[in-house]
């Protein structure tokens, strides 16, 4: 059943007319045309599509859009909005991609770790990010990156 | 080019100074050996443009797929234009701005193209200091360039800028034998700049095929068969026509559905209900071995020396013979296949993920029966490749269902086509019987099928040999050997190869009583193999011992399009699990001259990574051509706690030609960590994955 429903989105009132059950993913990319959010298994099994509703990091492509009406969603788009964030700074730094595509699921699942444990220890990285797949590996250097956006950002991310 | 071809290029592409690719059939085309080539670049489209603005563009049909081309590019166009790295824009995988210089496999771009491109900006360079030389009155010979400013050291105050020297022109040179720099000169090769895509990549600005988005765009979801071989039936689409917006399309054995939104044209396919035909029973992934021994076609002999007979008398009974196998490996890039095709004044344009546009170029054209000029392939950014997208079937479904519709539309692969469409690194069964007299290897002989014969010969120092090859990657297999399409898998033949004959040389080793390292050292002369095996033994501290040790190292060289590579791992093995954690890898490679460090690092980290999986745990699942895995549940990538410490060491090779480093790095992966695990636990594993299952049942066997 259609319906209209409203979140923060990347900081703004967001609108949008859609069955509940539909995927935040597609709403997302589709109906809202952000597609830094990224498809790849549909499944919950690779984090490509991983965004931050409130304070965690869900995987969209599992999530109804029902489901986040009146919270606060955040995707890669609103990470870099206001300048480059520590994360993205430290990818940038430590070149912790290749082809980057899933370089908007690392950065925003490494932005979650963060929030929650500004000082993660090596292998508290390790174990939050586990499930985030990358075909390139590239992930000795996105554990770096971490490393480093932790220590930059002194006490958390803002 | 025609005067249309013309027309459009310079619409596109503007004015400033351009050097167009010269058409040299020797230099365009392929090593004959690769699967499919282009027919030699028919257009003359543009290596390089010098804008009013001073910015330089340089175009190339190679794609992006993280390996760091458009970075690589941008370096050497500095290096030889003598401008900042910064100034330097790259355009790569579009048909109608870049020449057709190949699809991007193969390693082909640092040895093949980017000498091009170096030419195009020495003559770009040579054009330009011949109009600085009119314009400030002074010699050629006595003119400096420095980030694109041409100045005359006999007077300071005269410059001038290569944005004011094309100001307003439109000069076309063709690539003629300017000379190129010399290492001693290098100010950009040979240094690590930023990554040309990395602050798209890293804001989630960067663009693949399925991100492209236009008013009225159709997403698509096709039907698809339960397993190869499957014929459609019937398909009753009745409920999915009910459906609000969505568009139901049939045309010759495609069904599909378009709707506004990609989740609900899935959820709307789902109400078609489709009879299938099923295939005649075939192998599965347990059976395949002996379908393949059976199905291969006649073998070839790739090369043979001495007198295999002779060899065996003077083994005197020192023979070691095993049968390695090795399964099916998926690509499994993150992004699946995705296309987007829009019509516009009946021209087409496809924004596919694809690791050769000309290709799709040349299949989007045929499905179609559209001319050349009708028909253009973006492919700017593609969310991996690893071989398996070289074909692009998606971009001429998008294609064809854009044409029907009369709209844009998006077919974007689930995970589910994307398992069952890769064309697959061929599952192989490598016979090798070898023998030693007085520590060295006097009889070889290798017979492979499946995996193809690339880098096939061994590099060793070995009298008495012959090595075989029946089917592989690259077609041409009798129907049926493959229970669905195979393909190129990073560095294609040379994975399998590598894994059962340096497997066999560790058991040739154990059989002599020589430590691993010192066996392959007293049977090896080739100079730049044994570079790279001392320079990782070095590097991992390789102390001498004969295995298996109960330490857990092992070591493999290998040699895949003339890049040598030489690795040492560390493993911990785990007796009552089976399971496998790889503590350490070195890596020493040599592959000439490294044009971008950091680049090439990245490579190397990611092949080790990546090689991890097939080695211990990937295996594509199937039985009666139907293919079980279907996601990543049922196929383990390597993954954050894999990280083992990795040390890579770049051999030097200053005089040699630069090569290509994408694929090298991946290819000892299977052999050195099936020693590592023989040195462990004595137990030798003979087919990949090493899964936990499999060393828990050879352990049990001991």
Redesign the interface.
């Known amino acids: 059943m259609e319906r209209t429903i409203s979140f923060r989105l990347n900081g703004k009132p967001t609108s949008v007319k859609a069955d509940g059950q ?2 935040l993913l ?1 709403v997302l ?3 809202l ?11 919950a ?2 984090g ?1 599509c991983t965004v931050i509703v409130g304070n965690a990091a869900v995987r969209s492509c599992v999530t109804p859009v029902g489901a986040v009406e009146g919270k606060t969603v955040l ?3 609103g990470i ?1 909005q206001n300048g ?1 964030h520590a994360v ?1 700074q430290a ?2 730094n430590h ?1 912790a ?8 699921g690392m ?1 925003v699942s490494a932005y979650a770790l963060l929030l929650e444990t500004p000082r993660p220890t090596r292998e508290q ?3 939050h ?15 770096e990156a971490i490393q480093e956006a932790a220590a930059a950002a002194k006490g958390g991310a803002r | 080019m025609s005067e249309l071809r013309r027309r459009d290029f310079f619409g596109i592409a503007g004015a400033g100074l351009f050097v167009f690719f010269h058409p040299d059939p020797a230099e365009a085309q392929e090593p004959g050996r690769l699967p499919t080539r282009a027919s030699g670049p028919a257009d003359f489209n543009a290596y390089l443009r010098i804008a009013a603005d001073g910015r330089v563009t340089c175009m190339s049909g190679k794609v992006e797929l993280g390996q760091g081309v458009m970075t690589e590019m941008a370096i050497v166009l500095a290096e030889e234009l003598d401008v900042a790295f910064d100034s330097i824009d790259v355009v790569l995988g579009d048909t109608a701005l870049c020449p057709n210089d190949g699809g991007t496999y193969g390693s082909m771009t640092t040895p093949l193209v980017v000498p091009t491109v170096r030419r195009a900006g020495a003559e770009a360079r040579a054009v330009l200091l011949q109009l600085a030389a009119e314009k400030l009155g002074a010699p050629v010979e006595r003119l400096q360039v420095t980030g694109g400013v041409v100045g005359d050291p006999a007077t300071p105050a005269a410059t001038v800028t290569y944005a004011q020297l094309v100001d307003g022109k439109r000069i076309e040179r063709h690539l003629a034998n300017i000379p190129v720099k010399g290492a001693a000169g290098f100010r950009t090769i040979g240094k690590s700049p930023r990554r040309k895509d990395a602050l798209e990549k890293i804001t989630g600005q960067a663009r693949y095929a399925g991100d492209m988005i236009f008013p009225g765009l159709l997403h698509a979801a096709i039907l698809r068969p339960p397993a190869h071989g499957a014929k459609l039936k019937s398909a009753d689409t009745s409920a999915a026509e009910k459906v609000p917006g969505a568009q139901v399309i049939r045309d010759s054995g495609m069904v599909a559905v378009l709707h506004e939104r990609p989740d609900i044209a899935r959820q709307t396919l789902a109400l078609v209900r489709a009879e299938f035909e099923n295939p005649p029973d075939g192998p599965d992934d347990r059976t395949i071995f002996e379908h393949l021994r059976k199905t291969a076609p006649p073998p070839r002999v790739v090369g043979a020396a001495g007198d295999l007979a002779e060899g065996e008398r003077l083994a005197a009974g020192a023979i070691v013979e095993s049968a390695y196998l090795n399964g099916y490996v998926a690509h499994a890039p993150i992004e699946t296949h995705s296309a987007t095709a829009r019509f516009e004044d009946g021209q087409v344009t496809v924004w596919a993920s694809s690791q050769a546009p000309f290709q799709v170029k040349g299949a989007v054209m045929s499905a179609l029966g559209l001319p050349a000029d009708k028909v253009r392939i973006v492919s700017r950014y593609v969310g991996g490749g690893f071989g398996g997208k070289t074909e692009a079937d998606q971009g001429v479904e998008a294609a064809r269902l854009a044409r029907i519709s009369g709209k844009p539309v998006q077919v974007v692969w689930n995970r589910r086509e994307e398992f069952f469409y890769d064309r697959f690194r061929p599952a192989a069964v490598m016979t090798i019987r070898a023998g030693v007299a007085g520590g060295k290897i006097v009889l070889w002989d290798h017979q492979i099928v499946g995996a193809g014969d690339r880098d096939a010969l061994p590099f060793y120092d070995i009298p008495h040999r012959r090595t075989t090859s029946a089917g592989g990657w690259m077609g041409g297999n009798p129907p049926g050997m493959n229970p669905f399409e195979v393909g190129p898998w990073r560095a294609p033949s040379v994975n399998s190869i590598t894994f059962a004959r340096e497997s066999h040389i560790d058991a040739l080793a154990a059989k002599a009583g020589v430590d691993p390292v010192e066996f392959r050292l007293n049977n090896l002369t080739h100079a730049r193999v044994r570079g790279v095996l001392e320079a990782a033994a070095k590097q991992f501290g390789w102390k001498a011992a004969r295995a298996p040790s109960g330490r857990g190292v092992g070591v493999a060289c290998s040699i895949y399009n003339n890049g040598c590579s030489a690795s040492c791992a560390e493993v911990a093995v785990n007796r009552s699990t089976g399971a496998v954690v790889v503590k350490r890898i070195v890596l020493a490679l040599d592959v000439g001259p490294v044009i971008n460090p950091d680049g090439m690092r990245q490579q190397a980290e990611g092949c080790l990574m990546m090689g991890m999986g097939p080695a211990l745990a990937e295996e594509v699942k199937f039985r009666n051509g139907e293919v079980l895995t279907r996601n990543f549940d049922g196929y383990p990538l390597p993954r954050f706690s894999w990280l083992p410490k990795v040390e890579i060491v770049l051999v030097d090779h200053p005089e040699a030609a630069a090569l290509g480093g994408g694929e090298a790095p991946i290819v000892t992966m299977g052999a050195v960590l099936a020693n590592a695990i023989y040195d462990a636990v004595g137990v030798r594993l003979l087919q990949l994955p090493m899964t936990p299952e499999r060393l828990r049942a050879a352990l049990a066997k001991g």
């Not at chain 1, 045309?33 to 499944?43: D, I, P, R, V």
């Open positions: 539909r995927m597609w990319r589709s109906d045309g952000l597609t830094g959010t990224k498809f790849g298994c549909g499944e099994l690779c490509a995707t890669i788009e870099g480059l993205q990818f940038l070149h991609f290749q082809c980057g595509y899933c370089t908007p950065i990285i390790v174990r990010m586990e499930d985030n797949l990358c075909r390139c590996g590239a992930h000795g250097r996105i554990v």
